[in-house]
């Protein structure tokens, strides 16, 4: 769906406003402002629980991201059945990720923080790009393998020269956007 001025009103109702009962609290983080329609944002899916946007800042090209409707700081803060859904369309998504940008593997992150609103950043993940390398880094301090602490801080340091920050038009986002909504209608469809 194209970069919008609001969200659709069909997508905002229903389950949307039991939620909102569940959860009791109405935030003005930026997703939350998207699923009001008050922010623009490229539009892979939507449904009346949850919307899957480009990522406008992402570290691989096709990143998307996962977002309740409902303001929740945490994923245990959701109700089990948007828990569920949530899951389910996040899968979906990384299938469709995988169908079309043949990555190495789509890499799941939870955040919440720095934007303290619940999302999934789904990331398509290549042999030696920044992602990739920061796993890397991780089994090594995690001890997969046995690391030395050599090995470790060499991949620390290999964590720059990795970063490779995509410049991505909005153009090529809506490309993206569009191309990732239809795969991602395909996989919802086979579920």
């Known amino acids: 769906m194209p970069l919008t001025e609001n969200a659709s ?18 935030s003005d983080d930026l997703f939350c402002r998207i699923a009001r329609g008050e922010e623009p ?3 892979v899916h939507e449904d009346e629980d949850l919307m899957v946007i480009m990522d406008r800042y992402p570290v691989s090209r096709g990143q998307v991201l996962v977002v309740p409707r409902v303001h929740f700081r945490f994923f245990h803060e959701m109700p089990n ?3 569920g859904h949530f899951y389910s369309v996040a899968a979906a ?4 990720i995988d169908s079309l940008m043949s990555p190495d593997a789509v890499v799941m992150l939870a955040r919440g923080l720095r934007i303290p609103h619940y999302h ?3 990331i398509p993940a290549h042999r030696g790009d920044f992602v990739s390398s ?12 046995a690391s030395a602490r050599s090995e470790i801080a060499r991949r620390y340091s290999s964590l720059g020269r990795a970063l ?14 569009h191309a990732l909504g239809n795969a991602l209608r395909k996989e919802i469809a086979r579920a």
């Open 9 to 26: 009103p069909e997508a905002s109702t229903g389950n949307f406003n039991r939620w909102l009962r569940i959860n009791d609290h109405v």
């Open 41 to 43: 944002a490229h539009f």
């Open 81 to 83: 059945e948007l828990v």
């Open 93 to 96: 998504a990384g299938r469709a």
């Open 120 to 122: 999934l950043m789904l």
């Open 134 to 145: 920061l796993f890397s880094l991780m089994d090594s301090v995690q001890g997969f393998p």
């Open 164 to 177: 490779t920050v995509p410049e991505i038009s909005d153009a090529r986002l809506e490309e993206d956007a």
